[in-house]
């Protein structure tokens, strides 16, 4: 078993079909913060987009390729297909369940729960935080603090092969199982991946599905983190600069694609806190294309746009 310490969920990346709907969906409804409107750097003609918290910390960053007017999807063997949130109080799960009715989403609560779907299918949930892990919230119009997501609980996954699944994460990423579930949890913080049955047909990686999941490293991990899966004869990227963290993906078993992300340096790499969200950031290997790139793209205005003038006491607060 290896001793490099995972820190839980850094983020979760699915798709969608129409990048104007998930800002408002994710913004507006969920009460997340846009972190950045970036490119996909393997295919710079799409966003991708990166919803979490107010400083967009790793263990609440939520993100999504745009790929136009692309089908709905269909989660299957091989794929994580729920994302588990986590919130202070049962108090909050009835402010959500009230919350999201009011906009027409189908709301599932029972046991401790509320499930629901995104206008795509992505599905959620939302569950009452029992650790010490630090909250980690965004500011909102609408949504009191107390009430906000505080980031990751964990994803719910399906497996083409459960035991093999199981190996990698127990002997490879250290993890402690209960049943179908395993825990990651570092020095920092600690989040799960749970395995359901597989439904019988076949996924389709399309809008509203999940393609990857990433767990957050040491940001001086990444080369151990290699040479623990060059060793063990895994195959994976190499080191990959994604300009917010570097990574390394792999493939598990029973089909699930995982990248090990480091939990820094973050998004205050384009520029300060206050201007997330604000324009279109490229990787600096990009910015000699970005008129060609913005042309590509849907324009996003600015989901705060037009909230009330914040003091500096608010702002560093």
Do not use: C
């Amino acid at each position: 078993m290896t001793t490099l310490p995972v820190e839980g969920i850094h983020h979760v990346t699915a798709i969608t079909g129409d990048a104007q709907a998930n800002v408002d969906f994710y913004t507006r409804v969920l009460g997340l913060r846009l972190n950045a409107k970036s490119v996909n750097q393997d295919d710079p003609t799409v966003y991708h987009l990166f919803y979490g918290d107010e400083v967009g910390s790793p263990g609440a960053d939520l993100t999504f390729f745009e790929y136009p007017r692309a089908i709905p999807g269909r989660p299957g063997a091989g794929m994580v297909h729920r994302v588990v949130w986590r919130v202070a109080s049962p108090d909050a799960l009835e402010f959500w369940q009230q919350r999201l009715t009011n906009e027409g989403v189908d709301v599932h609560a029972a046991d401790g729960s509320v499930r629901f779907s995104d206008g795509e299918g992505l599905q959620h949930e939302l569950v009452v935080n029992h650790t010490s892990d630090p909250s980690l919230i965004a500011d909102h119009l609408e949504i009191p603090a107390e009430m906000a997501l505080q980031g990751f609980e964990g994803v719910r996954a399906y497996s083409r092969d459960p035991e093999g699944s199981y190996r990698v994460l127990e002997e490879l990423l250290g993890a402690t199982r209960s049943g179908d579930t395993f825990e990651l949890r570092g020095e920092q913080r600690g989040g799960w991946i749970a395995f359901d049955p597989a439904p019988s047909d076949n996924g389709n990686q399309s809008a509203g599905v999940i393609h990857h999941v990433a767990f957050g490293i040491h940001d001086d991990h990444v080369k151990p983190w290699l040479q623990e899966l060059v060793a063990r004869r895994i195959g994976n990227s190499g080191r990959v600069d994604r300009h917010y963290f570097e990574s390394l993906y792999f493939r598990e078993p029973g089909g699930i694609l995982y990248e090990l992300a480091t939990m820094g340096p973050g998004f205050t790499v384009d520029g300060p806190v206050e201007e997330f969200g604000t324009k279109v950031i490229l990787p600096p290997w990009f910015e000699q294309h970005r008129e060609v790139i913005e042309a590509q793209l849907t324009p996003l205005p600015d989901p705060r746009a037009d909230w009330p003038a914040r003091t500096t006491a608010e702002t560093t607060s």
